[in-house]
């Protein structure tokens, strides 16, 4: 997975990423621009989440959806 390809196209991504975490705020997702340990922290913040958890939940995500594409 390329970070700094999903990080060129994270405001294409903005509406993907609030459908998975429905509490994270446009405001949140635009401030973590797309940086993989900021987007990591805010879901484990959010979701009181352990980092691992964490991590594993947002790599999944953007693997899925680089297959998607």
Known sequence: MNWD???GNWSQMTGEIK???GELT???ISEASGE???FVG???EKY???KAD???Q???FFRSVKNAA
């Open 36 to 38: 993989r340990e900021k």
């Open 48 to 50: 009181g989440l352990a």
């Open 26 to 28: 446009e405001d949140e």
């Open 19 to 21: 459908s998975k975490w």
């Open 5 to 7: 390809i999903i990080k």
């Open 42 to 44: 805010l879901v484990q």
């Open 58 to 60: 947002v790599d999944e």
């Open 54 to 56: 964490a991590e594993h």
